[in-house]
């Protein structure tokens, strides 16, 4: 196989970042553009197609995206939909005129409807009624991905659409009430300890069920499908590994080393009750995770502490 050319949009997220470090490693890669807001106004075409003639690139990938966890995604609804929306459209607008480039587009698993069975097929997609709290953000999603497909019917770009379950990792987003459930629980646990609190409140009943990747799994992942041909747009990317929120909970305590109780606050949502991701596809094309929780954890952990969050 030919060395590639390589384009990261959303280099300096959670994704991006990851992947930026992990594809300068490797041995498919001939050239890197980690383009990030200061090289590339992803609002503007004219941009991404400067940037698209400046690098001719053989492959996109796609990691920009506004993000949050529950409460981000339930307080600004609006915002959440508007902005991923332009950022796609305006992408795949610029990339339909460049059909020889291969793109990579990173979703997310809450694309599927709230009542997908368990664990969910890529066949679930628009077979239901999406989780009410982050609808907006899904919307996008699910819009990429059929914005995609008809690129590809209509201009003949190949594309590739990952959906990648619940990440957590370096560089993610640390705060009290705009993050996902591990480095929301990771900052505010950090707090209690040092407040030296005597207990720690996890939001909603820590009943449902969740399923957690190291985001290097996913870049690795990436790596894994550059230059291969596979015969699907829509793939999967899991552990195949859950969890209650308590008990991650706990892991997260035994992390930090916090001498509290841990109890549940009932006022803040659950989400759904449930969700895990079939990764049969992606599995049987010869890629698995290997970064177990505990592991990813304690290096995540020690990133968040060496980075003063």
């Known amino acids: 196989m030919n060395k590639l050319k390589v384009i990261i949009f959303g280099s300096n997220g959670l994704v991006g970042s990851s992947l930026t470090r992990?594809?300068?490693?490797?041995?498919k890669i001939e050239y890197l553009f980690p383009s990030t807001r200061d090289d590339t106004d992803l609002e503007s075409p004219d941009s991404i197609k400067k940037t698209i003639n400046e690098n001719s690139?053989?492959?996109?990938?796609?990691?920009?995206?506004?993000?949050?966890?529950?409460?981000?995604?339930n307080t600004y609804r609006t915002d959440f939909l508007i902005d991923n929306l332009k950022i796609n459209l305006n992408l795949f607008?610029?990339?339909?005129?460049?059909?020889?480039?291969?793109?990579?587009?990173?979703?997310?698993?809450?694309?599927?409807?709230?009542?997908?069975k368990d664990p969910i097929s890529e066949s679930s997609l628009m077979e239901g009624k999406l989780e009410p709290t982050n609808s907006p953000y899904a919307i996008a999603k699910i819009a990429s991905i059929e914005l995609g497909r008809e690129i590809a019917n209509e201009f003949g770009n190949n594309v590739l659409n990952l959906m990648p379950t619940n990440l957590y990792g370096p560089n993610d987003n640390f705060s009290e009430?705009?993050?996902?459930v591990i480095p929301g629980l990771i900052y505010r646990m950090h707090k209690a300890s040092v407040d030296e609190d005597k207990e720690f409140k996890i939001w909603g009943s820590g009943k449902p069920l969740r399923e957690f990747m190291h985001v290097d799994d996913l870049s690795y992942c990436i790596e894994?499908?550059?230059?291969?041909?596979?015969?699907?747009?829509?793939?999967?990317?899991?552990?195949?590994?859950?969890?209650?929120?308590?008990?991650?909970?706990?892991?997260?305590?035994?992390?930090?080393?916090?001498?509290g109780d841990i109890t549940t606050n009932m006022s803040m949502p659950d989400g759904n009750p449930r969700k895990l991701l079939d990764s049969t596809l992606i599995n049987n094309l010869g890629w698995k995770s290997s970064i177990d929780l505990k592991t990813g954890m304690e290096q995540t952990y020690k990133w968040f502490k060496e980075n003063n969050l």
């Open 93 to 116: 607008e610029v990339l339909k005129g460049f059909k020889n480039v291969n793109i990579i587009n990173l979703g997310s698993s809450c694309i599927y409807p709230l009542n997908a």
């Open 57 to 73: 690139p053989d492959y996109v990938i796609n990691c920009a995206a506004k993000v949050g966890g529950i409460h981000a995604n």
């Open 22 to 27: 992990i594809l300068k490693e490797s041995d």
């Open 177 to 180: 009430m705009n993050s996902h």
């Open 224 to 259: 894994f499908l550059l230059g291969k041909e596979v015969e699907t747009d829509l793939i999967n990317v899991g552990t195949g590994e859950e969890i209650s929120i308590l008990n991650l909970a706990k892991l997260i305590k035994d992390t930090i080393g916090f001498k």
